[in-house]
């Protein structure tokens, strides 16, 4: 399984950068992206780690945009508020609520390619209620000015959804 896994995201990084190399790069100009002010992101999750090892779900998250341009005037970034709910099912402990609070830093790179850096803090309700570190790397594909296709790897959780820019 890992190295299925291992060589899907190596194919993937290959095609990912020969199709974004195609495009004018947008990093340098400030603002140039897609209008919005909410992002909603309904996702399919896979849990890893100690919170949900193994378990499928699916969520929502929702992230208001606070800052545009971003931490770094020059470049072409936002920052947002991000949160939302994660149900997980199917693991040993049953079903699990998380809840994630984070900051979301966005780099858009070309008219389709979009990353994001999210820190934060999420809260688990089940069994087992806690409070764990929530931090995830992610990439979009912008389909248009409104859709994107977006994947995010951290913890607790690989997640694949849809984005919508409002």
Do not use: C
């Amino acid at each position: 399984m890992r190295r299925l896994l291992v060589s899907a995201l190596a194919a993937s990084g290959a095609f990912l950068a020969r199709s974004a190399a195609a495009e004018p790069a947008l990093i340098g100009s400030p603002g140039d992206h897609p209008p919005y002010h909410v992002e909603l992101e309904p996702h399919g999750l896979i849990g890893f780690g100690s919170l949900e090892n193994g378990a499928l779900g699916a969520g929502l998250r929702a992230t208001i945009k606070l800052m545009d341009p971003g931490f770094v005037p020059s470049i072409n970034d936002t920052v947002g508020i991000s949160f939302g709910g994660d149900a997980f099912f199917g693991s040993r402990r049953g079903a699990t609520l998380y809840v994630p609070v984070q900051v979301q830093w966005n780099f858009f790179f070309t008219q389709h390619w979009s990353m994001m850096f999210e820190p934060g803090i999420g809260f688990a309700f089940g069994d087992n209620n806690r409070l764990t570190p929530a931090f995830s790397l992610g990439g979009r594909y912008h389909f248009n000015e409104r859709i994107a296709l977006t994947v995010r790897l951290g913890y607790p959780a690989l997640s694949v959804g849809v984005a919508f820019f409002l």
